[in-house]
């Protein structure tokens, strides 16, 4: 028998498919909170920024409204159709490709800045490694990027559905979340990560998120 492969493009493409665009939790998504600050402290007014696992576009839709020059990235092709269509729908502007966190389909130093909200916790160390990277490409000189991870404790309930990785990473290979990557960050595993960036906010939000803003 052929082994399944593992594949979470698949696992988010079937995600994304079952939202109804028209659906009341579609209409009623809320953006996360911190995008309110981080607009006033550090968004130039109609500045490019791009939108990293855009997903179903409530954080692309908060930044269109308040007039940014928006971008969309995803790896599901489902949320990039719905964030152009949930746009249009409310006359609003932006640019949406599918692509990876480690292979961002945009030139170098086009945005002025990123903003990745419970995404990058979706991929290996090594790949999140690689994506900032990619992003440091993509960004232009004094441009600032707003990260955030889930809580730490985040799936502990679903243990028992996933494999652990060598690298600490969750490969979900049963239950509803199966085919999907996810990565328990430590705070240090973060900092780890952002050892070459400047980081100007490390802060952890009620529910528990650590929410980074760098330069
Ligand atoms: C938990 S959702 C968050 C979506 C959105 N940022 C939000 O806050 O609503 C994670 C998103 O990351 C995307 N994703 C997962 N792996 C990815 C990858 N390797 N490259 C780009 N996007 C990815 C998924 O398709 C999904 O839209």
């Not at 985040?154 to 290979?173: I, S």
Request: with cysteine; aromatic share 10%.
């Amino acid at each position: 028998m052929r082994e399944e492969l593992f594949d979470p493009q698949k696992y988010w493409e079937s995600y994304f498919n079952n939202i109804d665009l028209d659906s009341k939790e579609t209409q009623e998504l809320k953006h996360a909170a911190i995008l309110e600050s981080f607009c006033s402290e550090y968004l130039k007014a109609g500045s490019p920024v791009l939108d990293l696992g855009c997903g179903g576009g409530r954080n692309t839709i908060y930044l269109a409204k308040r007039g940014y020059e928006i971008y969309g990235i995803d790896l599901s092709n489902a949320a990039v159709d719905l964030c152009k269509k949930r746009l249009k729908k409310q006359g609003l502007l932006g640019d949406f490709k599918q692509g990876t966190f480690n292979n961002i389909p945009y030139p170098d130093d086009f945005c002025d800045a990123v903003i990745c909200i419970a995404s990058l916790d979706h991929v290996s160390f090594q790949t999140a490694q690689e994506s900032i990277t990619e992003i440091r490409r993509i960004l232009s000189t004094g441009g600032v990027v707003l990260l955030t991870f889930d809580p730490l404790e985040t799936d502990e309930d679903r243990m028992h559905e996933a494999e652990v990785l060598p690298d600490g990473t969750l490969k979900f290979v049963c239950g509803k979340q199966k085919g999907m990557l996810f990565r328990r960050y430590r705070d240090e595993e973060i900092r780890q990560l952002l050892v070459d960036q400047d980081v100007i906010s490390f802060k952890r939000s009620a529910g528990g998120a650590r929410i980074i803003i760098y330069r």
